[in-house]
């Protein structure tokens, strides 16, 4: 039988230690835990994803990736194609802030290679796995770069994601060595933040949630749900849905 998938968002946005075991074992029993997230946000943040992945490719083919005003102009028309209800000025500030992050991060590297949505899948319990794509990797002499492009506020979890997928591309063996882990904030706050890593670590913590997910039953599970999700002030953990679904009740 196929694993069961966990995205390394969804492992990596809220930090609860009984989030993970809740989603494995919903998962594994066929039960929609999907966090009720604004869907048209998520759409945006998507497209906006998908068409600097497009406009970069272009870039990278004509070797102009990092020349910042020829990728802010490709960036800035390609996702104004994608979403033409953006407000154009936000569209370009975002786009000028993105060039200007991959003009920095290329700069005197001659001959280095740049990809953009680099798939890493691992496996991290029989039956489950930890899947995702990582938005921008630099491959350097000295090790990788990992990147996390963001769009909106700042957050905790933003540095919890890139330490995760940096751990996944060493346990998948995709590269020897990560130089290098950053966040690139465009739009509201822009700017780089350059993350700390200790490899290894993310990756563990989730293998052993996932393993205590396996092994619970549902009434084990309804124990959780009950002593950690209810009263708990969070509104956008899917896990709690698991409490109001009767086939979760055994």
């Not at 609860?16 to 999907?34: E, F, G, N, S, T």
């Not at 905790?156 to 995760?164: D, G, I, K, S, T």
Request: glycine fraction near 10%.
């Amino acid at each position: 039988m196929r694993p069961v998938s966990i995205g390394v968002q969804a492992a990596a946005m809220i930090d609860c230690p009984i989030r993970v075991p809740l989603i494995v074992h919903a998962k594994l029993r066929k039960i929609d835990v999907k966090d009720p997230v604004d869907l048209a946000a998520v759409r945006r943040g998507r497209l906006i994803h998908a068409a600097f992945e497009e406009a970069a490719v272009r870039l990278d083919e004509a070797g102009n990736i990092g020349d910042e005003a020829i990728a802010a102009a490709e960036i800035a028309g390609t996702i104004a194609t994608a979403l033409p209800e953006l407000d154009i000025r936000a569209v370009a500030a975002q786009a000028s802030s993105l060039a200007a992050t991959i003009s920095a991060a290329v700069a005197g590297r001659p001959g280095i290679d740049v990809a953009h949505e680099r798939r890493v899948s691992v496996l991290l319990v029989p039956g489950v796995m930890v899947s995702g794509r990582v938005d921008t990797v630099v491959e350097g002499e000295d090790g990788w770069l990992l990147v996390e492009r963001k769009t909106g506020q700042r957050h905790p979890w933003h540095a919890r994601q890139v330490q995760l997928y940096a751990d996944m591309v060493l346990a998948a063996n995709l590269c020897r060595r990560v130089a290098r882990l950053e966040l690139w904030y465009s739009g509201g706050e822009s700017g780089t933040v350059e993350v700390p890593h200790a490899p290894g670590e993310r990756l563990e913590a989730l293998r052993a949630g996932a393993a205590r997910g396996v092994a619970l039953d549902p009434g084990a599970a309804m124990l959780l749900v009950q002593g950690g999700c209810e009263g708990c002030p969070r509104d956008d953990c899917g896990v709690k849905r698991l409490a109001r679904l009767a086939s979760f009740r055994g």
